[in-house]
């Protein structure tokens, strides 16, 4: 995913306010609010609106990071197409506290279908990643956390759906926890202060 001139364009218009700014990968922005004691060791995922931003790190090192569009917005975009209606009908649904583990019928279980899906292909994107960068990469001694954060993540169950499916998934790194972000609203900002004062 191609960010390259929205960096520079907003680069030049922070310099002309006076400020040096620093691009920062949501995810990694997750990991340095939440990984601090993991050895900023892990697996960090922001599943926001738009996107979907990872970031493997090991010991505060980010080694993949990897922006991936199938997000919220491709859930309310593939179920409104799958029942003919309009995506924002399902965000409502999707955003008024939908539980992954009882769903009730109808759009809540078209939702729970594409929530799989995206978890399903974030997981092996990642796996797909570290295998096709295996040769370059450290060996993890030690079993990493995967930490999450992002408005997807709001919905009960998400932790549960994420940890079925990564069973399922031949991922290269063993996972020890899954687990949210303290505040999945914040973090990523909260590590973006934590950058910015480093």
């Known amino acids: 995913f191609d960010i390259v ?11 002309e306010l006076g400020y040096t700014a620093s691009p920062i990968n949501e995810a990694f922005a997750i990991a340095l609010s939440e990984l601090l004691d993991d050895g900023l ?18 010991q505060g090192d980010p080694l993949i990071e990897l922006s991936l569009t199938r997000s919220g917005d491709h859930i309310d975009q593939s ?11 399902v965000q409502q649904e999707k955003e008024s506290g939908i539980d992954l583990n009882n769903l009730k019928g109808g759009i809540q279980d078209a939702i729970g279908v594409y929530y ?4 399903k292909y974030t997981l092996e994107s990642i ?5 096709r960068r295996k040769k370059d990469l450290p060996i993890f001694k030690d079993d990493v956390p ?7 993540t709001l919905a009960g169950g ?16 063993r996972v020890s926890d899954v687990r949210l972000a303290s ?10 202060l934590l950058a910015a004062n480093l």
């Open 5 to 15: 001139y929205h960096t520079e364009i907003l680069n030049m218009y922070f310099k």
């Open 41 to 58: 060791t892990g697996i960090a995922i922001s599943f926001g609106a738009r996107m979907v931003n990872t970031c493997v790190i090991n």
């Open 79 to 89: 179920v409104g197409r799958a029942l003919d209606m309009s995506p924002s009908l």
């Open 116 to 119: 799989n899906a995206v978890i």
């Open 127 to 131: 796996a797909y990643e570290l295998n």
């Open 146 to 152: 995967l930490i999450m954060a992002g408005g997807l």
């Open 158 to 173: 998400f932790v549960e759906k994420v940890k079925g499916v990564l069973a399922t998934v031949d991922f290269p790194l």
């Open 183 to 192: 505040n999945p609203m914040t973090s990523v900002s909260n590590g973006c």
